[in-house]
């Protein structure tokens, strides 16, 4: 279908309270990352999901971070008890299945910007 | 610490002429990619370039790679107002398996301004 959706767009929350935010991949699509993007910085990896296999989360920064991709699509990335140095945009992107040798484009969603005061 | 460095931070050019920006890398990779990124939100794939490969074109942009310097430069030819936008290089891990692009490391971009 149409591109690499997330929800909210933007977000505002308070100091220690959770989010949670959504991305909704391309169709069809087997693969699916989570950035994190703090103001002026490149993008930081955080997890990688593929078809059924567990998921990569070798870049998440502590354990007040999870994600999770349910039925191979829709994924939610939760922050528990956030904190200011959580503030950034966190971009989705999506690809498709591994074809054997061929690289595969990431598409990235328009990103959620989280504001934590 | 980031994998890929892009240099120069920043680049202001007169529209028409052409713009060069370069990526450097620490790790052995499987290719390496070329993004775009307007106002701060979702990036745009522009261009990969295979380890195996030296040159690539796509349009206007051309992308060489030289693993031996672990170095990249992408270079936007006859700019226009709308190539103004951040760019960012992109790793993929060397990878025996050669699973895609799992784990992207991406450097801190450069912030290109074509000026009118």
């Known amino acids: 279908g149409a591109g690499v959706s997330q929800s909210p767009s933007n977000k505002v929350t308070e100091k220690g309270k959770d989010v949670e935010l959504r991305c909704d991949p391309i169709s069809g699509h087997t693969a699916l990352y989570w950035y994190r993007q703090s103001l002026g910085q490149g993008l930081e990896f955080l997890i990688y999901?593929?078809?059924?296999?567990?998921?990569?989360k070798s870049g998440l920064p502590s354990d007040r971070f999870s994600a999770e991709r349910t039925g191979g699509s829709v994924s939610t990335l939760t922050i528990q008890r956030t904190q200011q140095e959580d503030s950034a945009v966190y971009l989705c992107?999506?690809?498709?299945?591994?074809?054997?040798?061929?690289?595969?484009?990431?598409?990235f969603g328009p990103g959620t910007r989280l504001l934590v005061l | 610490s980031q994998q890929g460095e892009e240099d120069p931070q920043a680049l202001s050019i007169q529209e028409g002429e052409n713009a060069t920006m370069n990526c450097s890398y620490k790790?052995?990779?499987?290719?390496l990619q070329w993004y775009r990124q307007n106002s701060g939100r979702g990036l745009v794939h522009l261009i990969l370039i295979r380890s195996n490969e030296r040159e690539k074109h796509s349009g206007r942009l051309r992308v060489t790679l030289d693993t031996s310097k672990k170095s990249s430069s992408l270079l936007i030819t006859a700019s226009r107002a709308a190539d103004t936008a951040s760019y960012f290089c992109a790793t993929a891990p060397f990878s025996i398996s050669n699973f895609g692009n799992e784990k992207l490391t991406f450097g801190t971009g450069t912030r290109l301004t074509i000026i009118p």
């Open positions: 790790t052995s990779i499987n290719n």
């Open positions: 999901f593929q078809g059924n296999s567990a998921p990569d």
């Open positions: 992107a999506s690809s498709s299945t591994w074809t054997g040798g061929a690289e595969e484009t990431q598409y």
